[in-house]
């Protein structure tokens, strides 16, 4: 065999352990969630695992990945051959962070999906997804968060303090955020704040609602 492209595709989905453990727990809160024909942008795809699970189990909607990375293209394209996903596109080269998104020629956002995402960059893509759920999101569509949050007026689990200054350790710009900060940002951007999920191992499904 004589380059890597020429692996099979099974060989090039790569997976997080992370991934793994949440992909079943979100795919319930998203099928409850999730209008039967949505059209559903993913913020940081990724290896590809969590697109090409909720495209095999919600097979009407449309999901379109997005990585800052196109050297994650391989694996999430990779997923999508190996699932036989025909609801998922080819992934989108999107940095959050930036005022225009690549989203092609796309004309209508039911949801925005950022899964693990905001607290392993910048603030600057927290804010960015906010602006972009503003701009390209669909009246009453989504902006769907998940990962560890911070609330006020909530006592922290010691274990998300604990993750909080390990990924302060590793980028003085990481960290998890304050979910209330989030939400006042939200209300400028015509977002309301729906529902907090409570989720395994101490994370939450945030959903805001386009107004």
């Given at each position: 065999m004589s380059s890597k492209s020429a692996l099979p595709d099974n060989l090039l989905c790569k997976k997080t352990q992370a991934a793994e453990s949440n992909k079943n727990a979100i795919l319930e809160v998203l099928k409850k969630e999730l209008s039967i024909n949505a059209t559903v942008l993913e913020i940081?795809?990724?290896?590809?695992?969590?697109?090409?699970?909720?495209?095999?189990?919600?097979?009407?909607?449309?999901?379109?990945?997005?990585d800052f990375n196109r050297g994650s293209f391989e694996s999430i394209t990779s997923w999508k051959k190996v699932v036989s996903a025909?609801?998922?596109?080819?992934?989108?080269?999107?940095?959050a962070a930036s005022p225009n998104w690549n989203i092609g020629d796309v004309n209508r956002i039911s949801a925005i999906v950022a899964i693990n995402?905001?607290?392993?960059s910048s603030f600057d893509v927290t804010l960015g997804i906010l602006n972009g759920a503003n701009?390209?999101?669909?009246?009453?569509?989504?902006?769907?968060?998940?990962?560890?949050?911070?609330?006020?007026?909530?006592?922290?689990?010691e274990s998300n303090k604990v993750f909080d200054q390990y990924l302060r350790n590793q980028n003085e710009c990481w960290g998890i955020r304050?979910?209330?900060?989030?939400?006042?940002?939200a209300k400028d951007r015509s977002l309301r704040l729906d529902k907090i999920i409570q989720m395994p191992k101490n994370n939450l499904s945030v959903i805001f609602q386009k107004n």
């Open positions: 940081g795809s990724g290896t590809g695992q969590h697109a090409a699970t909720f495209c095999t189990y919600l097979p009407t909607i449309d999901w379109i990945p997005s025909e609801n998922m596109e080819p992934p989108r080269l999107i940095d995402v905001i607290h392993i701009k390209y999101l669909d009246k009453g569509g989504i902006l769907y968060f998940y990962g560890p949050f911070f609330q006020n007026n909530v006592e922290a689990k304050t979910l209330d900060e989030i939400e006042v940002l």
